[in-house]
Nanobody
């Protein structure tokens, strides 16, 4: 069983910074892709940033240059450094893992965390 747990959300003023963390637990040998998604009230969940096991990254245009995704493969951990935050960044942020190798085999499916709230407001 693979579980993801996010932390680091909160309330921040416009222009401020936050760092989100995601810890993957369970019997995990490796994870292919990991990413951050977000969902604002009344909107669909959208991609924020993804990173491959080799470190290749991809960002949504709206966050490029402000956010930085990183991961620690040894710890099965994922991070999102968010700078220059804007009110439109307000959303629940979800951690995602796709393609997990476990002692029972390889699972080409999505795993999701419960989400962490990020609110950008003065």
């Amino acid at each position: 069983q693979v579980q993801l747990e996010e932390s680091g959300g909160g309330l921040v003023q416009p222009g401020g910074s936050l760092r989100l963390s995601c810890a993957a637990s369970g019997s995990i040998f490796s994870i292919n892709a990991m990413g951050w998604y977000r969902q604002a009230p009344g909107k669909q969940r959208e991609l924020v940033a993804v990173i491959s096991s080799g470190g290749s990254t991809n960002y949504a245009a709206s966050v490029k240059g402000r956010f930085a995704i990183s991961r620690d493969n040894a710890k099965n951990a994922l991070y999102l450094q968010m700078n220059s935050l804007k009110p439109e960044d307000t959303a629940v942020y979800y951690c995602n893992a796709r393609g997990v190798l476990t002692p029972r085999g390889f699972y080409e499916r999505d795993y999701w965390g419960q989400g962490t709230q990020v609110t950008v407001s003065s």
